[in-house]
């Protein structure tokens, strides 16, 4: 592996989606503890990513110097980029439920977490880059304006099919990525 790394001279792209894409955040910190002089030289690009680290892992990858170069991409609706419970964005919250019993029972289980008695400790890493339902980068996208009431929306109005068909890597997120885009015009920003 050292000498395929070594033939890596215009730098080391890492890439997933879902789970792969949870992958990529754990590669890119364990190519750079073992080549750390190519550190700068990783690009991590995450397709519906789960978050994957907690605070000491998000600080030692950023400390390694990985967060500028690490991208997360979301699709409009896709639930997936909010699992496992994170302290960026508490999609659970803002669920409700046609039964009382059930949205007491939930509202607790909120509230642990919020107070600290439960703890989701999981941290997402690098930039985020947002994409509509349409394919169409949305420039300046924040997680909890953007991708959260989008998802709480489709969940509230039991909307599961949209929900489930914005994680698809083919149908969903290629097509963010479409060959047909202009060349001068950047997919990252």
């Known amino acids: 592996m050292d000498g395929l790394i070594a033939q890596a001279t215009k730098g080391i792209i890492i890439c997933g989606h879902s789970k792969g894409a949870a992958m990529t955040f754990l590669v890119a910190s364990l190519a750079a503890?073992?080549?750390?002089?190519?550190?700068?030289?990783?690009?991590?690009?995450?397709?519906?990513?789960?978050?994957?680290?907690?605070?000491?892992?998000?600080?030692?990858?950023?400390?390694?110097?990985?967060?500028?170069?690490?991208?997360?991409?979301?699709?409009?609706?896709?639930?997936?980029?909010?699992?496992?419970?994170?302290?960026?964005?508490?999609?659970?919250?803002?669920?409700?439920?046609?039964?009382?019993?059930?949205?007491?029972?939930?509202?607790?289980?909120?509230e642990a977490i919020r107070f600290g008695c439960l703890d989701g400790g999981y941290y997402a890493v690098g930039s985020f880059h947002y994409f509509t339902s349409g394919h169409q980068l949305v420039p300046g996208a924040e997680v909890d304006s953007s991708a959260l009431p989008a998802v709480v929306g489709?969940?509230?109005?039991?909307?599961?099919?949209?929900?489930?068909?914005a994680h698809g890597a083919t149908g969903s997120y290629l097509s963010c990525f479409a060959p047909s885009q202009p060349a001068s015009q950047p997919l990252v920003s």
């Open 33 to 110: 503890t073992k080549w750390p002089a190519r550190a700068g030289d990783i690009q991590t690009h995450a397709f519906a990513a789960p978050v994957t680290g907690d605070a000491g892992f998000t600080s030692a990858y950023e400390a390694a110097g990985l967060a500028a170069n690490t991208y997360r991409y979301q699709v409009e609706n896709d639930l997936v980029p909010f699992l496992p419970i994170w302290n960026g964005a508490d999609v659970w919250q803002a669920i409700t439920f046609s039964k009382m019993s059930d949205e007491i029972a939930w509202l607790a289980f909120v």
């Open 154 to 165: 489709r969940i509230d109005a039991e909307d599961f099919k949209t929900v489930v068909s």
